[in-house]
Nanobody, 116 residues
Framework: VQPVESGGGSVQVGGSLRLSCAAS????????MGWYRQRPNNERVLVAA????????YTRASVKGRVDMSRDRARNTVYLQMNNLKPEDTAVYYC??????????WGQGTQVTVSS
């Protein structure tokens, strides 16, 4: 089952974006969810995660205070609100179960580009 990410785009430094991810199926509804990102020539890393009930579990240090992850279980959707974006936030963003080993089928991701 593949998640479907959306909401990325090109913004200037200091801008905001809200990413969305449609993820239906028990592998998502019954597990914690995470947002991950992959910068060019880098490994994919976890950005934030929330529990099955939407309780924050993890926020990457470099984005702490600037992102807020939430989930709407009724809509099978998770969100990532990103504020005060920096050039180093430029990456492809993915959502998936957390830990991602629960589901090997990654979506296409959504590109976020932050320019100065």
């Amino acid at each position: 089952v593949q998640p479907v990410e959306s909401g990325g785009g090109s913004v200037q430094v200091g801008g905001s974006l809200r990413l969305s991810c449609a993820a239906s199926g028990s592998v998502f509804s019954s597990n914690a969810m995470g947002w991950y990102r992959q910068r060019p020539n880098n490994e994919r890393v976890l950005v934030a995660a929330v529990s099955r009930d939407g309780i924050p579990m993890y926020t990457r240090a470099s984005v702490k205070g600037r992102v807020d992850m939430s989930r709407d279980r009724a809509r099978n959707t998770v969100y990532l609100q990103m504020n005060n974006l920096k050039p180093e936030d430029t990456a492809v963003y993915y959502c998936n179960s957390y830990p991602s080993a629960n589901n090997p089928n990654w979506g296409q991701g959504t590109q976020v580009t932050v320019s100065s």
